[in-house]
C-alpha cells in the first residue's frame, strides 16, 4: 500500500486488496465499506469494453434512466426557442434560451451538468463544439439529448438519465448511485446501467465485450466486480 494513502484509506484497502473479483451484490456492499468519506459520496462504475473507439462503428453511446435516480440534483440547460423554449420552463429546466444561449456559452458560461437541445438549433449549438464536448455536454441524437420532446427529456434527467459513452481507452466511466443507498437500490441501478451498456454493444465489436469492471467511492479504494456476472445483471 503506497505510504501518500491516509491511515482510513489503508483499512478501507483490506477490505478489497488481493480479494478475486466480487459478485454485483458483495461489489455493492463492499464498495460502501469502502467509501471514506464523511459525506454521501458519489459510487462511479468503470468498465473497460472489448471496444476500439478509434472506429465510428465501434463507438459506444446511449443514455438510460436509473430507478434510483443518482443522488443529486444536476442543473439541466435547454437550447430551445418558442413554444419548445416555454415547455422546458414549465418542465422544470434550469437555463434556457436560444441563440442568447449559445452566445452566453462562446463567452465562457458552462455552469450546468446536463445540455439538451431541439433538432432545430443544433445548427447553432454545434458551434459549441469545442466547449461542450470535452465537458461531456454536447447534445446528441444518440443520447436522447436532441430531441423535440423537450419536455419528456427534462423529466428524464430529473429523474435520473445518465448518459455514458466510451472514452479514447476503451473505458465507460459513470456514477450509479450514492454511498448511502439502500444495497437493493444501488444494485438495481447497477444492473439498468449494465443492461444498457450490454445493449449497446456496437455489431463490429469482436471477443469478449465487457472486459473488466470496477465500483469506485468518491473516496477510497475501488472494489472490482467479476465482469461476466456484472454482463449478466437485469434489473428486477
Known amino acids: 500500500m503506497p505510504e501518500g494513502h491516509g491511515k482510513k484509506y489503508r483499512e478501507a484497502a483490506k477490505l478489497t486488496a488481493e480479494?478475486?473479483?466480487a459478485d454485483p451484490q458483495t461489489g455493492v456492499r463492499l464498495v460502501k465499506q469502502a467509501s471514506t468519506s464523511r459525506f454521501a459520496g458519489t459510487v462511479e462504475l468503470h468498465v473497460r469494453l472489448g471496444v476500439d473507439p478509434?472506429?465510428?462503428?465501434?463507438?459506444?453511446?446511449?443514455?438510460?434512466?436509473l430507478p434510483h435516480g443518482t443522488g443529486r440534483q444536476r442543473r439541466i440547460a435547454v437550447f430551445a426557442q418558442g413554444e419548445k423554449e416555454r415547455e422546458a420552463r414549465d418542465a422544470g429546466a434550469d437555463i434556457i434560451g436560444g441563440e442568447d444561449l449559445v452566445k452566453r456559452v462562446q463567452d465562457g458560461f458552462t455552469e450546468f451538468d446536463v445540455a439538451l437541445a431541439t433538432p432545430d438549433l443544433m445548427g447553432s449549438v454545434g458551434r459549441l463544439g469545442k466547449i461542450l464536448g470535452p465537458r461531456g455536454l454536447m447534445p446528441n441524437p444518440k443520447a436522447g439529448t436532441v430531441t423535440f420532446d423537450i419536455a419528456r427529456a427534462v423529466k428524464e434527467v430529473q429523474a435520473g438519465r445518465v448518459e455514458f459513452r466510451v472514452d479514447r481507452y476503451g473505458i465507460i466511466h459513470v456514477p450509479v448511485g450514492k454511498t448511502d443507498f439502500a444495497d437493493e437500490a444501488l444494485l438495481e441501478n447497477l444492473a439498468t446501467?449494465?443492461?444498457?451498456?450490454?445493449?449497446?454493444?456496437p455489431q463490429a465489436a469482436k471477443g469478449s465485450y465487457v472486459r473488466a469492471c470496477f465500483l469506485a467511492p468518491t473516496m477510497g479504494p475501488s472494489v472490482r466486480l467479476d465482469p461476466a456476472a456484472a454482463a449478466r445483471l437485469s434489473p428486477a
Not at 478509434?54 to 434512466?65: F, G, I, K, L
Open 193 to 201: 446501467m449494465m443492461e444498457a451498456i450490454v445493449k449497446a454493444k
Open 54 to 65: 478509434r472506429h465510428a462503428d465501434q463507438m459506444v453511446r446511449s443514455s438510460v434512466v
Open 19 to 21: 480479494q478475486p473479483p
